[in-house]
């Protein structure tokens, strides 16, 4: 993918697994949508024709993927491993494309959605495997490969909510424990759990670090996103 997308040069990409499980005969329709629409990456949602089409689990992996990219990053896909899309050219040459592996989809998906394109989603027919065809895909391993990514790209497009998450429940657990202190300082005029007192000071200065890494991750990751939209514009003027 990253060397296909490094070196094809064209106004439209199509992506497409090559195990004939999805329907080719919809590509005019998906083009034309997508052409209307002006979009930068139209996914194409898999609408199983029969209940055993998906392997066992992948269904249920694929909802709960798809839900946590949705509570992260925003809600527009339901059906967010997809490998049928089609993707303009100013999507193709700004995507970074670290992905190694399955985690391809979600790579572009969140993306999208981080540098807010034209985005959009459609369904197709999706059918069974042929005969003696084997996946590559492991349910499980793939699976928490794919949910790694996930979470590596939370960090690395939104540290404000990682770091902000880590201050936050450092303070809470800091007040927590030194409102005991403080009642009993307030009654008594003296302090008792003197390394309890610590902890909760500690506590506090983590907080204040943790919120100081995320805004300053924050402002680095705004820079970058502006240079990809800026690389996403030079492309997205010459067509």
Known sequence: MRQAFSLIDSDIYIMID?????????LPRAIAHFMQHSLDMLNIARIPITKDTHRKYHSFGNKFLTLIVSLLFGKKFDDMLSGYRIFSKAFVK????????????SELTIFALQQ????????????????????????????????????????????????????????????????????????????????????????????????LFGFLAHLVVKNTKEQRHFTYLLYREEV
Request: hydrophobic share 45%; net charge neutral.
């Open 18 to 26: 090559a195990d004939t499980q999805y329907d080719t005969s919809c």
């Open 94 to 105: 700004s995507f970074p494309a670290h992905s190694q592996g399955f985690e391809i989809e």
């Open 116 to 211: 807010k394109m034209r985005i959009d989603e459609i369904g197709a027919e999706y059918k069974a495997r042929p005969h003696n065809s084997f996946s590559k895909l492991s349910t499980f391993r793939d699976g928490f490969k794919i949910l790694f990514m996930i979470m590596q790209l939370t960090c690395t497009e939104r540290p404000l909510l990682i770091f902000g998450i880590l201050s936050f429940l450092c303070f809470i657990f800091g007040v927590t424990l030194g409102m005991p202190i403080l009642i009993e300082y307030m009654q008594t005029s003296q302090v008792a759990k003197f390394p309890t007192l610590f902890v909760c000071v500690g506590l506090g200065i983590v907080s204040i670090i943790f919120a």
